[in-house]
């Protein structure tokens, strides 16, 4: 789990996942940012150190879930290389909702996020 604090305050926090069925396959478990922190690049910064954590265990591929209609989280995802995956399930928590699955094909070499952004750039 990675968190990020501000004055001893957390303001974000995400954890990963080995898949465990496929040890090849990481999944971004949960994410979290205080809304009051989104525009500093938290997200992110967290995504990258999730991103550091799955080389390491030498992963070729991330997963997640996200909320549909989540623009800001998809839109963050997308950026750094996500890609949707087309399934879809409902929210175990909150049926009513609807989650779609992202991906991302990870290379031996690259363990940042997509470089084309770089955190402060505008989104």
Avoid: C
Avoid at 50 to 62: G, K, M, N, P, Y
Avoid at 91 to 101: A, F
């Amino acid at each position: 789990m990675f968190l990020t604090e501000q004055a001893e305050q957390v303001v974000g926090f995400a954890f990963g996942l080995i898949d465990r069925k496929d040890v090849k396959v990481g999944h971004i478990g949960g994410m979290w940012v205080d809304p009051a922190f989104r525009a500093n690049e938290i997200d992110y910064m967290l995504v990258a150190e999730i991103l550091t954590w799955v080389h390491q265990h030498e992963q070729s591929r991330l997963e997640l879930w996200v909320t549909e209609g989540n623009v800001q989280a998809i839109g963050l995802y997308e950026r750094v290389g996500f890609v949707d995956t087309g399934k879809r399930n409902v929210l175990p928590s909150n049926p009513s909702l609807k989650i779609m699955q992202m991906s991302l094909e990870l290379q031996a070499s690259a363990p940042q996020p997509n470089t084309a952004l770089e955190p402060n750039d505008e989104r």
